[in-house]
């Protein structure tokens, strides 16, 4: 079973702060996704990175695929109590491009 | 709106009932997809369908869980004599077949199991 492990698990940070959450593997992947979830809904994708040392920038949320496809990253600048959530990552596996998700970061953002 | 619709959005059961979770796709995709989720946790697949064919399960999927997809579109999960480790929240997904979107999936809104 491949596991996308993310760190932190938890972080809360005040309004205007940067912040990055990291998403590990030892597997290789084709592509790998970053979901947001608010509490009571379903995951709202935000990108989608497919080649190695891709960086995709949203707004302020930037996002980069590790040049070896077996890690990720995102950054968040300027942090707004909007951006509150649990934060996935996940990738597609086998024939069915089920997704694996990783563990999440629970992210606070106050005022 | 046309995104994925999931019904109901909560559900409270006692041990042992049966309850049936219908999911609505969006309507050009032919892949559905069923998770389960925990608090805390992330989703977790439960089963896979391409058009009507239910071409996977996972190992999670008890013989006391059903899916169907009759006629490829709507889908429901029916889970028989809920236990109360049955607790959690039910996602449904669709995806587009083929092409670079293929691998991304939409979220319903998830119905929410609770088993007293």
């Known amino acids: 079973t491949q596991l996308l492990e993310q760190s932190p698990q938890f972080l809360s940070i005040q309004e205007g702060e940067n912040l990055t959450v990291y998403c590990n593997s030892s597997?290789?992947?084709?592509?790998l996704q970053w979901y947001r979830q608010e509490p009571g809904e379903g995951p709202v994708l935000l990108v989608t990175?497919?080649?190695?040392?891709e960086v995709k920038k949203l707004k302020r949320l930037t996002f980069q695929f590790g040049d070896a496809r077996k890690d990720s990253s995102l950054h968040i600048t300027a942090a707004q109590p909007g951006d509150t959530g649990l934060y996935l990552c996940a990738a597609p596996t086998g024939t069915a491009s089920k997704l694996t998700f990783g563990t999440g970061t629970r992210l606070q953002v106050t005022l | 709106d046309t995104g994925v619709s999931q019904n109901p959005r909560h559900k409270i059961t006692k041990r042992g009932q049966n309850v049936t979770f219908r999911c609505d796709p969006i309507?050009?995709?032919?892949?559905l997809y069923w998770y389960r989720q925990t608090l805390g946790q992330g989703p977790e697949f439960l089963t896979y369908?391409?058009?009507?064919?239910?071409?996977?399960k996972s190992r999670l999927l008890s013989d006391r869980f059903s899916a169907e997809r009759p006629k490829g579109s709507f889908s429901t999960l029916e889970i028989q004599r809920t236990e109360q480790g049955d607790s959690a929240m039910y996602l449904c997904?669709?995806?587009?077949?083929?092409?670079?979107?293929?691998?991304?999936?939409?979220f319903g809104q998830g119905t929410r199991l609770t088993v007293v």
């Open positions: 597997s290789v992947f084709s592509s």
């Open positions: 990175v497919v080649t190695g040392g």
């Open positions: 997904a669709s995806s587009p077949h083929g092409g670079q979107g293929a691998t991304e999936a939409f």
């Open positions: 309507s050009e995709h032919n892949r």
């Open positions: 369908f391409q058009n009507e064919a239910q071409l996977e």
